[in-house]
């Protein structure tokens, strides 16, 4: 695609039910980061995978939190038992490789009430 | 040490004026200063970007202005437009195999252009 996709773009869900988060990154792109923002905070780095495996998980807050990604492709980021402070915008990037400018979806907009 | 700090949170400046923005870090790891532009509903887009080898960076209107001994670097936008309006980041991010794209991201500052 044209551009790094997410989806859903919004989100309500109660709190305790489990909620997946869905990212299609630029074709190509071996590099793909999650990020969650806040409002009115900067961006918190969440994952970094480089193909299928994440060398990095060292951003996720808690053991509720997962990621995977699959075919170098598609990623899902999973919350369990969501609580109202994981309600904020996940943000996914991807980039060519881990050296190259990364470029950012419109994100998923999560609400837990 | 991780952390990249912004200033100020909110700024208005007049149509034509000089809009900038500062950040400071301590990681001298840090290796790579983007910075970043994000306007409502949509998610962050590269503006400029800095490495400690030079001291100034300029892009049309933008630049960046990196101190290295000060660990501080900014971003000044000549001749201010509305069109400019939008919450800016700083980020920095460390080089090496942990992924060069770890951005640490300051706290953002929303700018605001009066016509």
């Known amino acids: 695609g044209a551009g790094v996709s997410q989806s859903p773009s919004n989100k309500v869900t109660e709190k305790g039910k489990d909620v997946e988060l869905r990212c299609d990154p630029i074709s190509g792109h071996t590099a793909l980061y999650w990020y969650r923002q806040r409002l009115g905070q900067g961006l918190e780095f969440l994952i970094y995978?480089?193909?299928?495996?994440?060398?990095?998980k060292s951003g996720l807050p808690s053991d509720r939190f997962s990621a995977e990604r699959t075919g170098e492709s598609v990623s899902t980021l999973t919350i369990q038992r969501t609580q109202q402070e994981d309600s904020a915008v996940y943000l996914c990037a991807s980039s060519v490789d881990r050296n190259t400018e990364a470029f950012f979806g419109q994100g998923t907009r999560l609400t837990v009430v | 040490q991780q952390q990249v700090k912004q200033s100020p949170q909110s700024l208005i400046v007049q149509k034509g004026g000089i809009s900038i923005i500062n950040c400071a870090y301590e990681n001298t790891a840090f290796d790579y200063f983007p910075w970043y532009q994000q306007f409502p509903g949509k998610g962050p887009a590269l503006l400029i970007a800095?490495?400690?080898?030079?001291s100034e960076k300029k892009e049309g209107r933008f630049t960046i202005s990196f101190n290295k001994s000060a660990k501080q670097f900014s971003l000044h936008i000549m001749d201010s437009q509305p069109g400019d309006s939008a919450t800016y980041f700083c980020?920095?991010?460390?080089?090496?195999?942990?992924?060069?794209?770890?951005?640490?991201f300051g706290q953002g500052t929303r700018l605001t252009i009066n016509p």
């Open positions: 995978f480089q193909g299928n495996s994440a060398p990095d």
């Open positions: 980020a920095a991010s460390p080089s090496g195999e942990q992924g060069a794209q770890k951005l640490v």
């Open positions: 800095i490495r400690p080898d030079v």
